[in-house]
């Protein structure tokens, strides 16, 4: 038997093979499966959350059925779901299910694929999942300031043999900005910011509270799905004795690797899942450490361990290879290629163009793409920058001319990654969203066979809602 093709084992012999097994009196495990895929209900509206300590202030912000971040959704892969979206804010907004491959028309970009949704009104969203794994969903109208203040949550597509681990972990991280007083500091949409890295903020949780430590048993082994929520944060995680392997990238299983240097880089909408065996010592804690930021490192959280001896005598050896998605295989033979350039932003002390003057970017742009800016979160009328044929192979080779990094996400599809600055990426990796250092080239690859207008734009919300954005149309 290869190793390939023996990627799961069932979770009823993982269990046989721990001894001891309570995990379920010991730590509430997630269910392992949604009671229904269908008839979720998802109500957007204000509320009040506590991110720290009792001691301090609550804070305002907006929800999706009341928490931050929202509730937990879980479809099955390839079966048909449906999502009511009420909205309860006092201004327009959508849903975008961000990565999924889905029809245009379920995509949720306001005025490109449906008109907002009023305050007081509903939306239906209706469809089939066809990739297992970890996705998010998000507004997508006034997104700077809608997700900035709390709306989003973990969109997880279950795969049809549940996966061999003892629990299955969601880590929604999320970067807030908040005055002394506990509130959300107003002021979305700073220019200088927008040009610059964007609202990086002040304060980061993990699903919902500033995370003291995350409890773990000896011997266990999870599977920890790591969303970026974030604004504008990067993060680079370190898991201080531990090795923990990625087995997906944006929800697309991938050949399982350990990260480069121990640092898991993960920009905004970028989601990562790990299989972590927990092979530290009872009673002992862990630092899991972000240090993206030169000077800015810190904690965000620790691993405890509870002081039972391990759960099983010799750690899992089972494969931990995730069955692959029905991802359509790019021809790169017979491709189309085209060059989509980042442009703009501040440029050694000064806006890149000039005078003041952005060349060719119009109001209220400080980026660009191929010389063109689209600002905003969607709107009706936008010009597609590139159009392919139904089923077209596409190369697209990504340049940032920036002095700064861009989380480059594209709507509909998802793309393999090929190379990075003339080095081919291995993993066999594929992304929804590409995270572009400084000057960096990258080629990814897909094949545009989900017909209709899809966006590409840049997930620091401050880049996108200021010009890094574009549409591509799939005819
Ligand atoms: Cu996650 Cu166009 O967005
Ligand atoms: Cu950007």
């Given amino acids: 038997m290869n190793s390939q093709s023996h990627c799961l084992v069932s979770r009823r012999a993982l269990l046989q093979a721990g001894a001891g097994l309570l995990l379920a009196s010991a730590l509430a495990p997630f269910p392992a499966r949604s009671a229904s895929s269908d008839g979720y209900r998802i109500v957007a509206a204000p509320a009040r959350a506590r991110f720290a300590r009792p001691d301090r202030p609550e804070t305002d912000v907006w929800t999706y059925n009341g928490t931050v971040p929202g509730s937990v959704v879980r479809l099955r892969q390839g079966e048909r779901a449906r999502l009511v979206v009420e909205n309860r804010l006092d201004q327009e907004t959508t849903v975008h299910w961000h990565g999924i491959r889905l029809p245009n028309a379920m995509d949720g970009v306001p005025g490109l694929t449906q008109p907002p949704i009023e305050p007081g009104k509903s939306f239906v969203y209706e469809f089939t999942p066809p990739d297992a794994?970890?996705?998010?969903?998000?507004?997508?109208?006034?997104?700077?300031?809608?997700?900035?203040?709390?709306?989003?949550?973990?969109?997880?597509?279950?795969?049809?043999?549940?996966?061999?681990?003892?629990?299955?972990?969601?880590?929604?991280?999320?970067?807030?900005?908040?005055?002394?007083?506990?509130?959300?500091?107003?002021?979305?949409?700073?220019?200088?910011?927008?040009?610059?890295?964007?609202?990086?903020?002040?304060?980061?949780?993990?699903n919902g509270r500033v995370s003291e430590a995350e409890s773990f048993l000896a011997g266990e082994r999870v599977r920890l799905r790591i969303v970026n929520a974030s604004l504008a944060r990067i993060m680079a995680l370190r898991f201080e004795g531990h090795r923990p392997t990625i087995v997906a990238l944006d929800g697309q299983p991938c050949d399982p690797h350990e990260?480069?240097?121990?640092?898991?880089?993960?920009?905004?909408?970028?989601?990562?899942?790990?299989?972590?065996?927990?092979?530290?010592?009872?009673?002992?804690?862990?630092?899991?450490?972000?240090?993206?930021?030169?000077?800015?490192?810190?904690?965000?959280?620790?691993?405890?361990?509870?002081?039972?001896?391990?759960?099983?005598?010799?750690?899992?050896?089972?494969?931990?290879?995730?069955?692959?998605?029905?991802?359509?295989?790019?021809?790169?033979?017979?491709?189309?290629?085209?060059?989509?350039?980042?442009?703009?932003?501040?440029?050694?002390?000064?806006?890149?163009?000039?005078?003041g003057g952005m060349m060719g970017m119009g109001h209220g742009a400080v980026w660009a793409i191929?010389?063109?800016?689209?600002?905003?979160?969607?709107h009706a009328g936008m010009e597609p920058a590139l159009v392919f044929e139904r089923g077209r192979s596409v190369v697209l080779e990504l340049r940032n001319e920036t002095a700064w990094w861009h989380p480059m996400h594209i709507h509909g599809h998802s793309l393999k990654v090929l190379s990075r600055n003339g080095r081919a990426v291995p993993h066999r990796q594929w992304q929804d969203t590409v995270l572009?250092?400084?000057?960096?080239?990258?080629?990814?690859?897909?094949?545009?066979?989900?017909p209709g207008d899809w966006m590409l734009h840049c997930h620091v919300m401050d880049h996108q809602m200021s010009g890094m954005m574009t549409v591509l149309r799939v005819a």
Avoid: C
């Avoid at 997700?147 to 991280?173: C, F, K, Y």
């Avoid at 572009?436 to 989900?450: R, T």
């Fill in 259 to 355: 990260p480069e240097n121990g640092r898991i880089l993960l920009g905004p909408a970028m989601r990562v899942d790990l299989a972590l065996d927990l092979g530290g010592e009872p009673g002992r804690r862990y630092d899991v450490i972000d240090d993206f930021y030169d000077g800015l490192s810190y904690r965000l959280t620790q691993l405890a361990y509870d002081a039972r001896r391990p759960i099983r005598d010799h750690s899992v050896d089972a494969p931990v290879a995730l069955p692959r998605n029905p991802l359509p295989e790019p021809d790169l033979a017979s491709s189309e290629r085209h060059t989509l350039t980042l442009q703009g932003g501040m440029m050694g002390g000064g806006m890149m163009g000039g005078g």
């Fill in 133 to 206: 794994g970890t996705f998010w969903y998000h507004p997508h109208a006034n997104s700077l300031e809608q997700l900035g203040r709390g709306l989003a949550g973990a969109m997880i597509v279950e795969e049809s043999e549940p996966v061999a681990v003892d629990r299955d972990l969601v880590w929604v991280i999320s970067d807030w900005r908040l005055n002394d007083g506990g509130g959300i500091a107003p002021r979305f949409g700073n220019r200088m910011e927008a040009a610059m890295s964007g609202r990086v903020g002040n304060t980061v949780t993990v």
């Fill in 370 to 378: 191929n010389g063109q800016s689209m600002n905003g979160d969607g």
């Fill in 436 to 450: 572009m250092a400084p000057k960096d080239v990258v080629e990814a690859a897909f094949v545009a066979d989900n």
